[in-house]
Structure formats: structure tokens, C-alpha cells
């Protein structure tokens, strides 16, 4: 079965800083999804970034980057110029397209002003 | 665009009484899912549908949790009865695919969640 580890239970940075929130998959799947979505406090989860695996290329959403190493079976997120909005939950999320989307644990992310 | 609506917000119930959480996805979006938020860890799907039919329920408590979408707009998820366990938030998404039988290649729209506290 799918996997979704997220080693990092909680992280902080800096606002206007830069930081890295890991995420780490197990699959034997050579095309699938991978996802960066944000849960706010009391607010519902949205979408920050999303990655194909047969693209080469890292996907960006404006301060939002990824690292996607698909033979290490890493997936990270990057955020640049960290804003006290940008506290959240950041859950890592999988899917191979017909299997359920499968979430990490999740990192706390605080931002400090 | 309206988004996913879910009510309640939040439930407080004894254990062993039943409870109904409702969701209304975004509009023309086929496939609707249910997942489980324990504290402190990740959603976890409980029962996807597309259109009115059930893709997959395979994690879901079929004892004592079950899921309607009769006409396949809205849903409804119940539980019956309730025990400590089941303390979470449920939360409501739904998508728009469009590959076929519900896979999924897209973004996942939530509701805000239904708050669930069984004493």
C-alpha cells in the first residue's frame, strides 16, 4: 500500500524566510500524483501546489516551490518569503489516479514575526 | 463559485447515539468524498463517490457508519451508534475528474469539517 511519512510533526521560521517541509513516499508506481495542500486553523484545507510525476520539471506557485526527487521518493515543499498567513497544517498527499488520495500526518508550520 | 458547505460545524454527543453530518459539494462536481481527521494525524478516506454510485468504501465502518448520495448532488454521512473512537473532524471534499471512474487527477475542493466529540 501507498504511503505518505512526513518527519517533520512541527517547523518554524522566520517571517520573509525561506523553509522546507519534507515529505517522503512509497510507491511502486511509475505515474502518479503528488499534492501540498494547507489546512488553516478552523478553516478548511486548500490546495497550495501539485506535481506530476512524468514532469520533469518542479512545479511553482508563486512563493510555493517543490523539490521533487522521484527515484529518492521525495517530495518537498518550499516556501519563500514566509508570511505570518502562511501558518498552517501542510499535509503531503499521493494518489496513483485511481487509488483514494493518501495524506501524511502533517508538519505544523508557525510563523514568527 | 460556492464552495463545499457541510453541517454542522460541530456535534457533541454521548456514546452510543447516532449522528447525521450533511455536505453539499461544488456545483457539477461528480465525485464526493468522505474523510476522517483524527487530531494529529492526516485525513483518511472513508468513502468516495461518483455521481450516486460508491467508488470505494473500503475503510468505512460499515457496522456502524454509513453514506448516502441518493440523487448525486448532496451526501450525507451517519453513524450509528457512536463510540469514543469516532471523535474527529469530518470533512466533506469534492472534484470535478476527468478520467473516467472517479480517478483522480486534480485538486480535491473541502468543506470546513464537521467537528464530532462522542462522550
Given amino acids: 500500500a501507498q504511503t505518505v511519512t512526513q518527519s517533520q510533526p512541527e517547523m518554524s521560521v522566520q517571517e520573509a524566510e525561506t523553509v522546507t517541509l519534507s515529505c517522503t513516499y512509497d510507491t511502486s508506481e511509475s505515474d502518479y500524483y503528488l499534492f501540498w495542500y494547507k489546512q488553516p486553523p478552523s478553516r478548511q484545507m486548500i490546495l497550495v501546489i501539485r506535481q506530476e510525476a512524468y514532469k520533469q520539471q518542479n512545479a511553482t506557485e508563486n512563493r510555493f516551490s517543490v523539490n521533487f526527487q522521484k527515484a529518492a521518493k521525495s517530495f518537498s515543499l518550499k516556501i519563500s518569503d514566509s508570511q505570518l498567513g502562511d501558518a498552517a497544517m501542510y499535509f503531503c498527499a499521493y494518489t496513483s489516479g485511481n487509488t483514494p488520495l493518501v495524506f501524511g500526518k502533517g508538519t505544523r508550520l508557525s510563523v514568527i514575526a | ?119
Avoid: M
Fill in chain 2, 1 to 119: 463559485e460556492a464552495g463545499v458547505a457541510q453541517s454542522p460545524r460541530y456535534k457533541i454527543i454521548e456514546k452510543r447515539q447516532s449522528v447525521a453530518f450533511w455536505c453539499n459539494p461544488i456545483s457539477g462536481h461528480a465525485t464526493l468524498y468522505w474523510y476522517q481527521q483524527i487530531l494529529g494525524q492526516g485525513p483518511k478516506l472513508l468513502i468516495q463517490f461518483q455521481n450516486n454510485g460508491v467508488v470505494d468504501d473500503s475503510q468505512l465502518p460499515k457496522d456502524r457508519f454509513s453514506a448516502e448520495r441518493l440523487k448525486g448532488v448532496d451526501s450525507t454521512l451517519k453513524i450509528q451508534p457512536a463510540k469514543l473512537e469516532d471523535s474527529a473532524v469530518y470533512l466533506c471534499a469534492s472534484s470535478s475528474n476527468t478520467l473516467g471512474r472517479g480517478l483522480l487527477t486534480g485538486e480535491l475542493f473541502f468543506g470546513e469539517g464537521s467537528r464530532l466529540t462522542v462522550l
